[in-house]
Structure formats: structure tokens, C-alpha cells
């Protein structure tokens, strides 16, 4: 089963860094776009920063400046890099991935979701 394993969420104070880190796992032929997306209850998932196969980025105007988007192709991750976080940040961040699989799908997958507190 493909699924996106996300890790390095967690609590931590105003001005703070945090990384986030996504592995798809399954039977994948091949990652073409991968990024994050945010929500808080009540809210629409916003875009936070994507990046290409080829290592181009595009990052929200919200975060730009604070926020950075890297991925590692051999071991298939993308990273967010999140420094001077604020409390507006702190929502459930959600990992997604253009996969091409070897049954010859192709589709957006979503991880489950990681919480991001940002709060003294």
C-alpha cells in the first residue's frame, strides 16, 4: 500500500525551528512534484511550499522568507525547513506527492497529517 510517512512535528515556542520530513513508501515508479499544505479547524488546506522533480521551489507569501522546501531524490524525501515560527503557523501540516506507480497510476497522495504548535 502507498502511503506518505511524515515525522518532525511538535510543540515549540515563537521564533523557533521545526523540520519536517516526508518519505512516500510503496510500490512507486516514480515522485514527480511533492509539497505541504496546512489547515486549522474550520479552514481550507492552504498551499505552503511545493517543490519539482528538478529542485524548483515555490513557496507561499506567507511563510517565504521563513520557510524552505528541499527534497533528496536518492532517498525519495521532501523536507521543510520552518525558522522564526509563529503562533499563526501552528496548524496540522499535510505532506502530498505526485506518484507514478508501477500498476501505471497516476495520483496526488496525502499523508495523514502532523501537528505543528507554535506557543510559549
Known amino acids: 500500500q502507498v502511503e506518505l510517512v511524515e515525522s518532525g512535528g511538535g510543540l515549540v515556542q515563537p521564533g523557533g525551528s521545526l523540520r519536517l520530513s516526508c518519505l512516500p513508501s510503496?510500490?512507486?515508479?516514480?515522485?514527480?512534484?511533492m509539497g505541504w499544505y496546512r489547515q486549522t479547524p474550520g479552514k481550507q488546506r492552504e498551499l505552503v511550499a511545493t517543490?519539482?522533480?528538478?529542485?524548483?521551489?515555490n513557496i507561499a507569501d506567507s511563510v517565504k522568507g521563513r520557510f524552505t522546501i528541499s527534497r533528496d531524490n536518492a532517498r525519495k524525501t521532501v523536507s521543510l525547513q520552518m525558522n522564526s515560527l509563529k503562533p499563526e503557523d501552528t496548524a496540522v501540516y499535510y505532506c502530498?506527492?505526485?506518484?507514478?506507480?508501477?500498476?501505471?497510476?497516476?495520483?496526488?497522495?496525502w499523508g495523514q497529517g502532523i501537528q505543528v504548535t507554535v506557543s510559549s
Open positions: 517543490i519539482t522533480s528538478g529542485g524548483r521551489p
Open positions: 502530498n506527492a505526485e506518484l507514478y506507480l508501477y500498476s501505471g497510476a497516476y495520483k496526488d497522495y
Open positions: 510503496g510500490s512507486i515508479f516514480r515522485i514527480y512534484d
